[in-house]
């Protein structure tokens, strides 16, 4: 099956500022991608790049089976979008809102409208502008799903959200995209949000992929490590390049590994690269922390002037 979103060689650059790098992406169909990385990593300038909104300055981009400068009416019916920074009429009511966005799409579904409208609880007779960001955000999602568009690409659509907002519009982003067969592109800083979400992982540093693979595999080969030693002793030398982050701390070492197998896989390493080493303990981690770890070593990388892509799964 041929991915919905197709990114090959990207490059964007604003003057001197290199926003994105030779990226190459697949956002596949009918899964939830979570599109990663610190602020000033480029995934905002790669999202407007893929829906036509920015020019790249090379490589090329084929969404929904088209290149991306030549998106046009055909293919944006078949697109939700929702921004963090977008933009509404805060003078229109909800339903004058709605009136007016159901006139631009053939596709749109009023049944499916009013479905969307009970479950965000929506006020028709409000305006825009007196609702709250979360309820504003709402009233921008509804709008770009009720014509059911098979593609919906989320730039920080959580961004000043309260907690129970951000749950009900999680909860019904997932009933939707399970009920609907929906391809989900969403680039969010709110990892523990993310992961309840994504099927596939993709994170940019510095404008280039680092890795993209399923969330069950990343969290698969991720293991935060702590070695106690036989007595106190400096940092081993030559540790291997996958295990992150290593720092002692009088008779512990402390590490995060990237190519985790198994037990016995991790004694061996240690027995090899820790001398002194008397017992160890491997815990499972969460999105948030594989990012953390990710993000302090490509910033070490960065200091020491390797700036190259890691690997993709």
């Known amino acids: 099956m041929d991915p919905i979103i197709e990114i090959r060689g990207l490059r964007k650059t604003f003057r001197r500022t290199v926003a994105v790098e030779g990226l190459d992406l697949d956002v596949p169909e009918g899964a939830i991608t979570a599109f990663l990385g610190p602020n000033g990593a480029g995934k905002t300038t790669t999202i407007k790049c893929v829906l036509n909104i920015l020019a790249p300055d090379s490589g090329t981009i084929r969404v929904l089976g088209c290149d991306s400068r030549c998106l046009g009416p055909a293919q944006f019916c078949r697109i939700g979008y929702v921004s963090e920074n977008q933009e509404l009429p805060l003078w229109m009511t909800v339903d004058g ?14 049944g499916f409208e009013a479905k969307l409208r009970l479950q965000f609880d929506l006020p028709g007779c409000t305006k825009l502008g007196a609702l709250s960001r979360g309820m504003r955000m709402k009233a921008a999602l509804l709008s770009s799903l009720a014509y059911r568009p098979g593609l919906v690409v989320l730039d920080e659509p959580f961004t000043g959200l309260d907690p129970l907002v951000r749950d009900e519009f999680i909860r019904g982003l997932l009933e939707l995209t399970e009920d609907e067969g929906w391809s989900v592109f969403i680039s969010s800083h709110d990892i523990d949000e993310v992961e309840r979400l994504a099927d596939r992982v993709a994170i940019l540093d510095r404008g280039r992929l680092r890795l993209a693979e399923t969330t069950e595999a990343l969290q698969a080969r991720f293991r935060r490590v702590e070695v106690v030693l036989d007595e106190s002793a400096p940092l081993p030398p030559g540790l291997p390049s996958t295990w992150l982050n290593p720092e002692m701390a009088v008779r512990t070492l402390r590490f ?3 190519a985790y197998r198994d037990p016995d896989a991790l004694t061996a390493a240690l027995a090899a690269h820790v001398p002194g080493a008397r017992q160890h303990h491997a815990a499972p981690m ?28």
Do not use: Q
């Open 97 to 110: 809102f709605l009136a007016y966005c159901r006139a631009m799409y053939p596709s749109w579904d009023a």
């Open 256 to 258: 995060v590994d990237s």
């Open 286 to 313: 969460p999105l948030r922390e594989i990012f953390v770890a990710l993000a302090r070593s490509y910033k070490l990388d960065g200091l020491h002037g390797n700036g190259g892509c890691g690997g993709t799964h």
